[in-house]
Every structure is written in structure tokens, then in C-alpha cells.
């Protein structure tokens, strides 16, 4: 599965930063939008909620506004995304020195 990070780390970060907010406005279907935004074909919703959901946790969006915004039980995107919040173990780093 593509992984698509704001850290850099997804091989099409660029396509995707630059190219998705214009894009979205004129979507008529998932694939006209992939299409659009010059991503590969593979490329499904189902790609981007996780996408949308580690972009949200690495812009530090307060937890229960990013689970409302994605629709997803704030449980499940603590487990499953919370690990991409800059804050993540800073008081343990803090306390190692």
C-alpha cells in the first residue's frame, strides 16, 4: 500500500500537496480525481483517508476534530495515527534529557 506523508517520506507527496486542493473542488468521481491529480491509477479514496488522517495527526489538529473530520472513531485514529503527532513521546525525550 502507498504511503503519502507530509515528512517527505511518500513517493508522491509532491503530485499530491500541490495538486489535490484544486482538484477536489471539481471531482465528479474518485477516479476523475486521481486522474486529475496526476496520481498513479492504483490510487483509491480508501488511500487517502489514511493519508488525510496522518496529515492531520503530523499538523497536530486536536484529536476530536481530526475523528470528526474523517468520520472515525477518535479510539481508532489515536491507535492507529497518533504516533505521527510532533508531540508524540516529547515528555519521555524530555525526561531522558
Known amino acids: 500500500m502507498l504511503h503519502l506523508s ?5 513517493p508522491i507527496l509532491g503530485m499530491v500537496s ?4 484544486a482538484v477536489v473542488a471539481d471531482c465528479r468521481s474518485s477516479e476523475v480525481c486521481v486522474a486529475d491529480a496526476g496520481l498513479p491509477a492504483e490510487v483509491t479514496p480508501h488511500w487517502l483517508r489514511p493519508t488525510c ?10 484529536l476530536w ?4 473530520y ?4 477518535p479510539k481508532a485514529l489515536i491507535h492507529n495515527y497518533s504516533h505521527h503527532r510532533p508531540s508524540h513521546h516529547a515528555r519521555a525525550g524530555k525526561a531522558l534529557g
Do not use: P, Y
Open 53 to 62: 488522517a496522518t496529515w492531520l495527526m503530523e499538523g497536530d489538529v486536536d
Open 70 to 73: 474523517l468520520g472515525m472513531n
Open 6 to 10: 507530509l515528512n517527505g517520506k511518500g
Open 18 to 21: 500541490s495538486r489535490i486542493s
Open 65 to 68: 476534530e481530526a475523528s470528526s
